[in-house]
């Protein structure tokens, strides 16, 4: 099992881009969770999806995040427009049903100049 | 909603020594308390898990204690390694099987040789 997949592994943009960041959950997990880590602020949970479904949002900072999970193997974490202080490591998880346990990818580290 | 704090923010032990490090959470039902090892640049992996049916889980040379009446959890490392050395999150739900976590923020952890 290759584990839960983010790319990019690093992404380097400029305020005001659109960046987008992508998660394959492992095989059989239903749930899928983006979480945002930062000195400041720690893990901080902005979306998950129950069987493609989104549950809850109310981590996403703003309008300016959105996420969509189109099928049980794909989603992705939109921010447009970037700004500076979205610089941070983005983690996608996933989990099976009926287990807590998260499985968490390598992470996105984004850096908005 | 859940609010989850963990002290120390930061620990240095002796290696061969035992390191502690506590968790206290708001919400009374809250039933499963996971802690997740985080090293430098890396992914947070899950190390042990505990429900709130059961007092004490033990692997090892980590274990974990949960006092439901304090609404308190800690995390027990024996006989330190260099390679302990990490960061160690705290985490806890009140939907076992839902898997909404919330994190604590943190402890680091730093055995010395």
């Known amino acids: 099992d290759a584990g839960v997949i983010q790319s990019p592994r690093h992404e380097v943009t400029e305020m005001g881009q659109e960046v987008t960041l992508r998660c394959k959950p492992i095989s059989g997990h239903n749930s899928l969770f983006w979480y945002r880590q930062t000195m400041m602020r720690g893990l901080e949970l902005l979306i998950y999806?129950?069987?493609?479904?989104?549950?809850?949002d109310s981590g996403m900072p703003e309008d300016r995040f959105s996420a969509k999970m189109p099928n049980a193997s794909f989603s992705t974490l939109k921010i447009q427009p970037s700004e500076p202080r979205d610089s941070a490591v983005y983690f996608c998880a996933s989990s099976i049903p009926g287990a807590a346990a998260l499985h968490f990818g390598n992470g996105t580290r984004l850096t908005v100049t | 909603g859940e609010n989850v704090e963990q002290h120390p923010s930061t620990l240095s032990v002796q290696e061969g020594d035992s390191a502690v490090i506590k968790c206290t959470y708001s919400?009374?039902?809250?039933?499963?308390f996971p802690w997740y090892k985080q090293e430098l640049g890396k992914r947070p992996q899950l190390i042990i898990d505990?429900?709130?049916?059961?007092g004490e889980k033990k692997d090892q040379r980590i274990a974990v204690t949960l006092n439901k009446t304090a609404k308190h959890f800690s995390l027990h490392i024996t006989e330190t390694q260099p390679e302990d050395s990490a960061v160690y999150f705290c985490?806890?739900?009140?939907?076992?099987?839902?898997?909404?976590?919330?994190f604590g923020t943190g402890t680091r952890l730093t055995i010395i040789p």
């Open positions: 999806f129950n069987n493609n479904v989104p549950i809850d």
């Open positions: 505990i429900r709130s049916n059961v």
């Open positions: 985490a806890a739900t009140t939907n076992f099987g839902n898997e909404k976590l919330t």
């Open positions: 919400d009374s039902a809250s039933n499963y």
